[in-house]
């Protein structure tokens, strides 16, 4: 079945403490993105990558970090997290060419105390 | 930037039609899309409109594009209990088409 993956679908931490969301398609997808929704803020982009070793910056990448050193695979690392990066996270993924729809993960529910 | 407005809240009566309505304010658009949430799930794409259309039709649902006041609606027919759910509009700026912008979300609640 096509389906982006993410782990965990849960996580409560505490500040400072260094952890990493993963995230895999098996679509064979170049393009993958990591949003995070807030409420009333709706879906704002964090990074992308639009191939293997390609990432850059979207909206609100200040306290994240990617990678992307195979193509099916993009984790989300935060070094140090904060209260203010308690929210849902999404990774999503497509192919690389205009109009190719996003397929998203289901989330995953990041707490920081 | 680009910025993508959308209502926050809708609520319809089971059978009555939806309109969800979104504006946007990047003229150089190429795509807008519509997806959907349902609870503890991620988007799903519904719909999407090039454009040079004004309208597109799919089952029950239809897309208005109004490009002069960049204003895009999505219109549910005989909306039932499983189309309660938050609705996304988003749009794809010229360069970048991947890199979506979406709105903050209209949650539909239907009615019985």
């Known amino acids: 079945e096509a389906q982006v993956t993410q782990n965990p679908r849960y996580l409560i931490t505490v500040t400072g403490k260094k952890l990493t969301v993963t995230c895999s398609q098996n679509?064979?997808?170049?393009?993958m993105s990591w949003y995070r929704q807030d409420p009333g803020l709706g879906l704002r982009q964090i990074y992308y990558?639009?191939?293997?070793?390609?990432?850059d910056k979207g909206d609100v990448p200040e306290g994240y970090k990617v990678s992307r050193k195979e193509k099916r695979n993009f984790p989300l690392i935060l070094e140090s997290p904060s209260p203010n990066q308690t929210s849902l996270y999404f990774c999503?993924?497509?192919?690389?060419?205009?109009?190719?729809?996003?397929?998203f993960g289901n989330g995953t529910r990041l707490t920081v105390t | 930037g680009e910025d993508v407005e959308q209502s926050l809240f809708l609520s319809v009566r089971e059978g009555d039609s939806s309109v969800i309505n979104c504006t946007y304010t990047d003229s150089s658009s190429t795509y807008l899309y519509w997806y959907k949430q349902e609870p503890g799930a991620g988007l799903q794409l519904l719909t999407y409109i090039f454009s040079n259309m004004d309208m597109k039709q799919d089952q029950r649902l239809t897309v208005l594009l109004n490009k002069k006041d960049k204003h895009l609606s999505l219109r549910i027919a005989d909306t039932q209990t499983g189309d309660s759910a938050i609705y996304f509009c988003a749009e794809s700026p010229q360069t970048g088409a991947n890199n979506l912008f979406f709105g903050t979300g209209t949650r539909l609640t239907v009615i019985p």
């Open positions: 999503a993924s497509s192919l690389a060419q205009n109009n190719s729809p996003l397929h």
């Open positions: 990558s639009m191939n293997v070793e390609v990432t």
């Open positions: 679509m064979n997808h170049e393009y």
